[in-house]
T-cell receptor, first 113, second 112 residues
């Protein structure tokens, strides 16, 4: 029973398209995150979200938007995809930000062509 | 923001102890030091976290000197399955707002 699950695992799409990546956690955590890992393996936080606030990394383009229908889900919507958006996107959750209980999903490899 | 510097890669043999050092010269007073492990095609996995001195769990030990400007992750008696990328991260406990870029990490390769 996967604790943090993301779908799809692979996503190939054309420039200019709009796509979404879904994330669900069954750990009962209050906070969820989206990270981007580029080709150089830099793993950078994009968003963190709990039921009280959304914290956005200021370097993230506004084409990226997180949507949380409920506490267990944090989906990532990307509009007008660009070649530079190609990366692996990881969802994670924790009860306390940065704590030992932070659990990552297995990632979604996005390729924009 | 506290930036971390780690060796890009390290090689070891099964059964040896591996020590990976991370520099974080401008660590803030309320920052903790956290290490993650990442296997190919998987998300990072928490290994250990500490604030000062020494922390030990069933997987690793973390040594932090008094000035906290560096830390050393110690993996006792590594095995082939410990081959992975190890990331050092400094930050505080909030809603994640001050979570930092992980950096390139250290690729540890364990051989027979």
């Amino acid at each position: 029973d996967t604790a943090v699950s993301q779908t799809p695992k692979y996503l190939v799409t054309q420039m200019g398209n709009d796509k979404s990546i879904k994330c669900e956690q069954n750990l009962g955590h209050d906070t969820m995150y989206w990270y981007k890992q580029d080709s150089k393996k830099f793993l950078k936080i994009m968003f963190s979200y709990n039921n009280k606030e959304l914290i956005i990394n200021e370097t993230v383009p506004n084409r990226f938007s997180p949507k949380s229908p409920d506490k267990a889900h944090l989906n990532l919507h990307i509009n007008s995809l660009e070649l530079g958006d190609s990366a692996v996107y990881f969802c994670a959750s924790s009860q306390r930000g940065g704590g030992p209980d932070e659990t990552f999903g297995s990632g979604t490899r996005l390729t924009v062509v | 923001l506290a930036k971390t510097t780690q060796p890009i890669s390290m090689d070891s043999y099964e059964g040896q102890e591996v020590n990976i050092t991370c520099s974080h010269n401008n660590i803030a007073t309320n920052d903790y030091i956290t290490w993650y492990q990442q296997f190919p095609s998987q998300g990072p996995r928490f290994i250990i976290q500490g604030y000062k001195t020494k922390v030990t769990n069933e997987v690793a030990s973390l040594f932090i000197p008094a000035d906290r400007k560096s830390s050393t992750l110690s993996l006792p008696r590594v095995s082939l399955s410990d081959t992975a990328v190890y990331y050092c991260l400094v930050g505080g406990f909030t809603g994640g707002g001050n979570k930092l870029t992980f950096g390139t990490g250290t690729q540890l390769k364990v051989e027979l």
